[in-house]
């Protein structure tokens, strides 16, 4: 049954073009130049997606179109009381501040004309993804690097200028440029020697470092459930603690006189990252990459959330809260 005028004789080479040359743009397979464009733009979309919906990134990281930020200082002078003539003294806010280290990176694909011309596309979707796969491992390590360094990234090769700094989590001012006291709460005080990096004895994992933990964040304010991130290599000790108490393993049936964990404990399969259990209020997440006797334990406030969490790091000795954005 004819469905309208336009058939196959409509599809013919144009006047001014040239079919051999034109045949130099596309891939032995037919594909041509801007399918190919069009393949790595798709797979970079799906990549920023992936990252800003991932379940463990989402909650360590927030997106700013500003390269600065600002942030309430703790500082409080009280009140006075009334008196019928008299004036209250006037009070105001301090703030402090940083940058956010902005850098550019890079990665080639190095095709030739020719090669384009002569590969096949099932070759030219393996470079791509090789190239997200790069990308995606560059977003971990300067995430993870970033949680765990304790002192300040400076200068122009960090995006910084001159005298610009991204300081460490929740050190003391003696260890960075910016001079931050935290904010006071529950009747607590806090100066800007205020220091949440505490070392663990014997450089393992122990009950204590995780009472700790629980401890420095809710001096802040911030309230159970933490969330802590381990290494591989920690995993045996810390499940092995008194007071640990696992998540349910898939196609395991407990008994009535099993205490696990309840709350939700999903894989992340890009990240490679599990939950184990619990401890001290404390969800414990195993993270590849992160190195033994180092850790990152932090409360979330939702994916992408711009009220960045307090966490504390620590490192063969050394623990901390984040008490800044």
Known sequence: MALGTRDTTSLVTLTGWDAAELRKFALADGTTYDQVVAQINIAMGALNAELYN???YGTLASYTDQPDIEYNMGASAGMELHTEYGMPD????????????????????GWTWDYLKDARLNQIQADIALGIQDIRDRWRVQLFTRLLKRGDDSGAANGLGTSGLSPGFATTAGSTG????????GGSTFSS?????VPIAGGAFTAAVFQDIRAELREHGHMAPYDVLIGISDETTVRGLTGFVPVAQQQVAYGTSVSLATFQAEDDERSGSYYIGIIEDCRVRVVPGMPQYYGFGYKTYGMNNPAIRCACVWSAGVQCPCLRP
């Open 54 to 56: 991932n379940p463990l």
């Open 90 to 109: 006037n009070q105001r806010a301090i703030t402090e501040g940083h940058m956010l280290p902005l850098q550019k990176w890079d990665r080639g694909l």
């Open 178 to 185: 910016v001079d931050f006291t935290p904010p006071t709460f």
């Open 193 to 197: 020697t205020h220091e949440h990096y």
